[in-house]
Every structure is written in structure tokens, then in C-alpha cells.
């Protein structure tokens, strides 16, 4: 025996033993049977195979809920290099990017057909987290302003538009993030090399009173696809230009998880999350949105607005100019995830 009671087991225990290994007995044969159904008994899937499925999108362990992208199937051909290897700056990684070991100025010789999706698979593109968009045609304003080094391909922007992937290639050649141009004083000023200076150096979403006190129309319409009724508007009648993680995420550049090393972008709360956030705005007179469709997004936590813009006394207006922007800024975290 490989284990060992020194005193006789209570009937009441040994019946209760047995009644688990009756069920697991039983599961296990429901499976089998269920394989046997689904593979058509010759152990041939008689289904697609699937990719296995990402972790649920939803908070506190519901069921189900909106799943999150599937994790690239990361292939590459050297046996050390791995998702969170650098293969830039060395010189000894040309063959995970190219068929033939290229020369400048002459043909770069790359792998799945010059598809960057593929090529820069290490980094993570999707546009709800990446900084900026690809494959996207400039407008024709944009296109004049751009410098004539800032390749497009096929009139498209794609990561070698802005990156130097050539330096990227030399031991020697270490510059941060190879942007062209570079070094430059600060990311900014990178991005006026495309974009008008005028229209964006001095524009603040969040400066939405004026020195008298009176609220920018100019600026709500930054978000809204209207000035919306700040002293009677509940945020089922407010209208916004898009996608609201997307709309902070012109500006505010947040990658990985977040916040709490947990992502709770797009999460769809459980039952119990939702009780619990139900009593946190009773409790302190807040208001914790989520989106059109249910979901945790960035306004959930945090009040883009100025403080003035809604009236205090209304429970969407706290937290609104507090220190990052949380709707209870001392205790959000604590409450809504009773530690």
C-alpha cells in the first residue's frame, strides 16, 4: 500500500470515499463516451481542430464571457529564440526575418512574402493595445507632410514606415526603438514629423473649463458626438465618437496588463462583480460605467472629466480631477476587490 492509516477509518469517512470514487469512475466514462461520439469511435476527429481556447474574459470566475485573442502560434528557427528573446542589435538572428542574409540597397530577401504581421510577431500588434495604427492609407494632407525616407507599401503605413529595421539588423548600429530620424528629445516630436505640430501640441482632452469657469464645447467634442447634458444626462443618453478604450488610447499608452498586473480592459463582471460594484456606488455616491456592451473600460475606474464640468453633488461627477483620475482615489482597488 502506498499509504497507510494508523487508525481505523470512521464508517461515515469510508462511506463518503467511496461515493467520490463512484462519481469520478462515472465522469470518467461520460468522457469516454463523449471522445468516443465526437472522434466517431476511430479515434479520427471528425471536427476542425481547434486552437485551445484563451482564458475567459470574464472577472471573479463567471462561466463564460467574451473571449480575448488567441496567443500568436510563435514559430521561429533558431532553437534559443523564444516570444521574449531580442533578436535586434546582435547580427546573428537574420535568418527569423530573412530567407538570405541581405545587403543594403538591394533586395531584404524576407520571409512570409514582407507581411510584417508576421514578421514582427514577437511584438504584440493589436490595435487595441499597439500605440499606432498600420495599414492605413494617409490622407493626402499627411502623405505631403511626411518625410521621403518614410516608406509606405502599397501607399500603406506599416511598422517600416516609422522603424529602421535595417539598424535593428547591426550589432554596431543601437538606437532605441530605431525610429527614422532619430534620437529625437522626446516621442513627440517624432510624431510631429507626420502630424501638424498646431494641431496637437497644445491639445488636452481633459482642459474642459475655461478661465471663467464655463465649460469648452470645442473639447467635449474631442469624445462626444455632442456636447452632452452634463446636469441631467445619464451615461446610457451620452454619445461617443467610438470605441472608448481606443478614444483614451490615442494619448495614454498602456501595455500589458492593467491595472494590478490583471487585465480589466473589456472584462465582462460576474454576477457577484456586479453586486459588488452595485454597492460600492451606493456606498460612496459614484458612478462606475461600463460599456454599450457590459464590459470594464477605462471610465469604469477613471473620471476624464475636469472637476466643474458635472455638478458636484451628482454621483458621476466624483473623483473627477483626483490624482490619477480614480472615482474613489483612495480606496478602489480595496473595495471593489475587498482586500
Not at 535586434?88 to 520571409?111: A, R, W
Not at 526603438?177 to 497644445?202: D, Q
Not at 454599450?292 to 473627477?320: F, L, Q, Y
Amino acid at each position: 500500500m502506498l499509504f497507510r492509516n494508523h487508525y481505523p477509518m470512521p464508517r461515515q469517512r469510508v462511506m463518503k470515499v467511496k461515493l467520490a470514487v463512484a462519481i469520478i469512475t462515472v465522469s470518467c466514462l461520460v468522457l469516454v463516451a463523449c471522445r468516443i461520439v465526437e472522434t466517431g469511435g476511430d479515434g479520427e476527429s471528425s471536427v476542425p481542430a481547434l486552437v485551445p481556447a484563451p482564458a475567459s474574459g470574464v472577472a471573479d470566475g463567471a462561466a463564460d464571457g467574451p473571449a480575448k485573442p488567441p496567443v500568436p502560434d510563435f514559430s521561429f528557427e533558431n532553437p534559443d529564440v523564444t516570444a521574449s528573446t531580442n533578436i535586434h542589435y546582435t547580427g546573428k538572428y537574420c535568418n527569423e526575418c530573412h530567407e538570405i542574409t541581405p545587403v543594403e540597397g538591394q533586395d531584404s530577401y524576407l520571409m512570409f512574402d514582407g507581411d510584417y504581421k508576421r514578421l514582427c510577431r514577437c511584438h504584440d500588434l493589436s490595435p487595441r493595445i499597439y500605440i499606432h495604427p498600420f495599414d492605413i492609407t494617409p490622407a493626402p494632407e499627411k502623405k505631403k507632410r511626411m518625410p521621403a525616407d518614410f516608406p509606405l507599401e502599397n501607399g500603406q503605413v506599416t511598422c517600416l514606415t516609422c522603424h529602421n529595421i535595417y539598424w535593428q539588423c547591426q550589432k554596431r548600429l543601437f538606437n532605441r526603438n530605431s525610429l527614422r530620424g532619430a534620437p529625437y528629445p522626446n516621442r513627440t516630436e517624432f510624431c510631429y514629423k507626420c502630424h501638424a505640430r498646431e494641431k496637437y501640441e497644445k491639445l488636452d482632452p481633459h482642459q474642459q473649463i475655461n478661465d471663467d469657469g464655463e465649460i469648452i464645447i470645442e473639447t467635449c467634442l474631442i469624445c462626444h458626438t455632442e456636447k452632452p447634458d452634463e446636469k441631467h444626462a445619464t451615461f446610457k443618453d451620452v454619445r461617443f465618437l467610438g470605441d472608448i478604450e481606443m478614444m483614451c488610447r490615442r494619448c495614454h499608452h498602456i501595455a500589458g496588463n492593467h491595472s494590478g498586473n490583471a487585465d480589466h480592459m473589456g472584462i465582462l463582471p460576474s454576477s457577484h462583480g456586479l453586486q459588488r460594484i452595485e454597492a460600492m456606488e451606493e456606498k460612496y455616491n459614484i458612478r462606475l460605467p461600463l460599456d454599450e456592451n457590459g464590459k470594464m473600460t477605462c471610465i469604469t475606474c477613471h473620471n476624464p472629466h475636469a472637476r466643474g464640468v458635472i455638478p458636484a453633488d451628482r454621483p458621476a461627477a466624483k473623483g473627477a480631477g483626483s490624482k490619477h483620475r480614480h472615482r474613489t482615489p483612495e480606496n478602489l482597488c480595496k473595495e471593489c476587490h475587498q482586500m
